[in-house]
């Protein structure tokens, strides 16, 4: 089945499936692929029944049209990365004919290839650039998983290889095209990254019902149900926020900022495993130039960076305050922020007031501690960035797990080796000459200043829900309180209490 519509593809976008190009060689610049993906031979129909042969490059978002395989001057290209792909094949005279469709919002191409296994070559390189159709017709939903306002999460498996998937299921109906943006905006960046620690997005179907994004299936679970557990070891903790600086340092070096990391957007592979995880929900992430500062107000209560709240503009490093706050969360087993509703979190977050006094800090090793200090500085300028951060003692390897670097007293007149201080002397001053950049400022607290909150409009609120979990249907309760929704439903006492422990779920953070 072909749609009768394209909803990614804007029909203004383009009059034709062609554009011209100015007969750039692909081996040389200005038009280099360093992209390229596949290159090979397919025939175009002819308006008399015949065909023409022609030499194509397949990249990450185009097909470019090339006379021969020897005269490799580019003289027509497509974008196909938001076009329909459909396989197919005719019988004439006796004899099959294999190809596929590219179709756009208002144009198409039909392409001709001489063998089934050419045509599997095509569809296993265009697939996971397009958009597919039948989606029955691959996969079986199995189970739900998760659950959002406007859409559902099901483990289904494909048919081909009996292989479990993630599947985004987003049903279509009541959703506007600033929905669709945000999607396309989901989908882009998903496409952009591949990272084994990133969750992966293989294929995007497009229904006359529905949305569907199949992705990565992790059998461990949310990191949230693992911080439930208890606290961290400080080793294991370290380990892991390497793992996740690791990750974040390559989103910000491929431009791309998450601004919704927090623990129920980790997902741990397996249960005897604490470091190993994929980072997923790209839903609020952004594509951005290298200096160029972002403003939307979005993210979690409870783990959004401070300038967000404060309507500033900010930059990459909101993605460390959240894993700084996620390490608090690991190491102390508390939350920095929190309150019996959503708003009084938001409020303790933007005023950024965290305690370093607790009791559970004395059982962690100065470094661990000046470390999440770092992360979580109010100011994100004296807040490191990840490739500064993964540079930390405590991160590279060569701290203590003892608390801090004093003499326990089991210890003393029991003789303790003179180049042993020594070396522990040399490591407190390189500790010291790095956090000394990034250490907290002593400032007095400021005055509780709430946040203005008039709501925003439902259209923008559908944007905003991210996927829920069965158990955490009393968060959309909390939705509805701070976008300033009416709404005859009551919390109970045991979800508001359930606040204290737990921030709420992701969303776009009221504004003016």
């Known amino acids: 089945m072909i749609l009768s519509t394209n909803s990614f593809e804007d029909p203004q976008s383009q009059r034709g499936f062609w554009q011209k190009t100015y007969g750039n060689f692909i081996s040389k610049p200005p038009a280099p692929l360093e992209d390229l993906i596949y290159q090979g031979w397919l025939s175009l129909p002819l308006s008399d029944g015949s065909w023409k042969k022609r030499y194509f490059v397949l990249t990450s978002k185009k097909l470019l049209y090339c006379k021969s395989q020897k005269d490799i001057r580019i003289r027509k290209e497509a974008c196909i990365d938001w076009k329909i792909l459909k396989p197919f094949y005719e019988i004439k005279k006796n004899s099959k004919a294999f190809g596929f469709k590219l179709q756009g919002s208002n144009n198409s191409q039909d392409f001709y290839v001489d063998s089934k296994d050419i045509l599997e070559d095509w569809l296993s390189r265009l697939s996971p650039l397009t958009i597919l159709t039948d989606f029955d017709e691959d996969y079986s939903l199995q189970k739900e998983i998760g659950r959002g306002n406007y859409s559902k999460v099901f483990m289904a498996i494909e048919y081909l290889n009996r292989q479990p998937y993630a599947v985004k299921t987003i049903p279509k109906e009541s959703q506007n095209q600033s929905f669709i943006d945000t999607l396309k905006s989901e989908i882009e960046v998903m496409r952009k990254i591949k990272h084994p620690r990133i969750i992966t997005l293989h294929y995007v179907y497009e229904t006359e019902e529905a949305f569907h994004l199949v992705m990565d299936y992790v059998r461990g679970g949310e990191l949230q149900r693992r911080l439930k557990m208890g606290k961290y070891p400080e080793h294991i903790a370290a380990a892991f926020m390497r793992n996740l600086l690791d990750v974040i340092d390559f989103l910000h070096n491929n431009g791309i900022v998450h601004r919704d990391i927090k623990p129920e957007n980790i997902l741990v592979l397996s249960g005897d495993n604490y470091t190993e995880f994929k980072l997923c929900d790209f839903g609020l992430s952004a594509l951005l130039k290298q200096t160029e500062d972002l403003s939307l107000r979005c993210g979690s209560p409870g783990f959004v960076a401070p300038e967000i709240l404060r309507r500033q503009r900010y930059s990459t490093k909101v993605d460390l305050f959240s894993a700084g706050v996620i390490c608090y969360i690991m190491l102390t087993g508390k939350y920095p922020f929190t309150g019996s509703s959503p708003n009084e979190i938001l409020l303790k977050n933007r005023e950024c007031r965290i305690d370093f006094d607790l009791e559970e800090w004395n059982n962690i090793s100065k470094l661990g501690r000046d470390f999440v200090m770092s992360l979580t500085q109010e100011n994100p300028e004296q807040r490191p960035s990840a490739h500064e951060a993964l540079c930390h003692p405590w991160i590279s390897g060569t701290h203590t797990t003892q608390q801090g670097l004093a003499i326990p007293e089991e210890m003393k007149n029991k003789g303790i080796s003179l180049n042993l201080m020594q070396r522990q002397k040399k490591l407190n001053v390189e500790s010291s000459s790095y956090l000394q950049q990034f250490r907290r400022p002593a400032v007095p607290i400021k005055g509780f200043i709430p946040i203005k909150d008039n709501g925003i409009t439902m259209a923008k609120s559908r944007l905003l829900m991210k996927i829920l979990r069965e158990e955490d249907r009393e968060g959309i309760n909390e939705v509805k309180q701070i976008f300033d929704i ?27």
Do not use: G, I, M
């Open 486 to 512: 009416k709404s005859n439903s009551t919390r109970s006492k045991e979800s508001q209490e359930s606040t204290d422990a737990t921030p709420s779920r992701s969303r776009y953070l009221p504004v003016n």
